[in-house]
T-cell receptor
Framework: IAGITQAPTSQILAAGRRMTLRCTQD?????MYWYRQDLGLGLRLIHY???????GKGEVPDGYSVSRANTDDFPLTLASAVPSQTSVYFC???????????FGPGTRLTVL | GENVEQHPSTLSVQEGDSAVIKCTYS??????FPWYKQELGKRPQLIID?????GEKKDQRIAVTLNKTAKHFSLHITETQPEDSAVYFC??????????FGTGTQLKVEL
């Protein structure tokens, strides 16, 4: 693994299903983030983690949950997907809270 | 940071001309202002950032200026080239230690 990766690359999901988006970084960054990107709305923060074992809510947390059991992994779970969660999801990490964020390649999620 | 406004939403310039994108923010505690570039279908990548203890920072053809009194900061790209075509996002980190992004500017550099 080099940098930050996400899986899957894309997914079509039926409404009501549970889905976990995976994010892994090998840079030993303390902070990790999940954003959703929608046309005309830019990047909106869903959840974040400043360090392993802690998480916090961002701008649009409803319907999503995260965990940070270790430094490298930061999965995002949609407990019961709804069509409004159709979006491109980006995971990111940074060495420090107010530092450069490195983004993963993104996951394109479609909820039908 | 709670609110970042970015203008314009689209910008078209001729190759070789300059491009300027402006952002305003509301949180007086904001002290970190990065700019990200996102090419079509790709991930956002940092191109330049500035912290509140400086007013201007340059990196080759790119510069960022910050006016803390007026609460605005700008990205300047000189001698634009076709590969500068992309979406540019400003962002700021306020007292909450989280980045708030602007809504993006689609820059098109025409030959």
């Amino acid at each position: 693994i080099a940098g930050i990766t996400q899986a899957p690359t894309s997914q079509i999901l039926a409404a009501g299903r549970r889905m976990t988006l995976r994010c892994t970084q090998d840079m030993r960054h303390n902070a990790m983030y999940w954003y959703r990107q929608d046309l005309g709305l830019g990047l909106r923060l869903i959840h974040y983690s400043n360090t392993a074992g802690t998480t916090g809510k961002g701008e649009v947390p409803d319907g999503y949950s995260v965990s940070r059991a270790n430094t490298d992994d930061f999965p995002l779970t949609l407990a019961s997907a709804v069509p409004s969660q159709t979006s491109v999801y980006f995971c990111a990490s940074s060495r420090e809270v107010r530092g450069e964020q490195f983004f993963g390649p993104g996951t394109r999620l479609t909820v039908l | 940071g709670e609110n970042v406004e970015q203008h314009p939403s689209t910008l078209s310039v001729q190759e070789g001309d300059s491009a300027v994108i402006k952002c305003t923010y509301s949180d007086s505690a904001s002290n970190y202002f990065p700019w990200y570039k996102q090419e079509l279908g790709k991930r956002p990548q940092l191109i330049i950032d500035i912290r509140s203890n400086v007013g201007e920072k340059k990196d080759q053809r790119i510069a960022v200026t910050l006016n803390k009194t007026a609460k605005h900061f700008s990205l300047h790209i000189t001698e634009t080239q076709p590969e500068d075509s992309a979406v540019y996002f400003c962002a700021e980190t306020g007292g909450g230690n989280k980045l708030t992004f602007g809504t993006g500017t689609q820059l098109k550099v025409e030959l």
